[in-house]
């Protein structure tokens, strides 16, 4: 983690609008189920203006929920491309420093072969921690305090 701090502080914006961007998701999912069970009281009382409201407000809802999925997918994108764009020039750049004795030792095809993998399982972590990982808390949490 000590090496990506330094390239979090450089996207710092991007973190900001996509932890804006879990939270309204998180809570259109959590606001959902009340207004359903508004609408279920509503049906059994015969109140079509409450069944109407909070009908729209449920697609309103859905849609803004859609909509900050996209925003967050982007976001998280832009943050995991960013950062591992930022970590193969700094690898390149140390790569080029090494002697050639050790890219002898190490072979250019293995240290290609590791350095994309590497990449690629930065890229992927980045993309579930913005996606994913911060989400699920924030829905627990949520989800003890709306019940």
Known sequence: MQILKPHFKKY?????????????????????????????????ADNHDTVLRDGIGLVVLGLLAIIAGIF???????????????????????????????IEKFSSGSLVVRSINDMNQVMNMMMILFMQLLRMPIILIGSFVLS
Do not use: C, H, M
Not at 23 to 41: C, D, G, H, M, Y
């Open 72 to 102: 967050n997918v982007y976001y998280a994108a832009k943050i995991a491309q960013g950062i591992t764009s930022d970590l193969r020039e700094e690898t390149y750049t140390k790569i080029q420093s090494f002697s050639f004795g050790n």
């Open 12 to 44: 710092r914006k991007e973190i900001i609008l996509a932890v804006i961007t879990i939270l309204v998701s998180a809570f259109a999912t959590l606001w959902q189920p009340r207004l359903l069970e508004n609408i279920q009281k509503a049906i059994l």
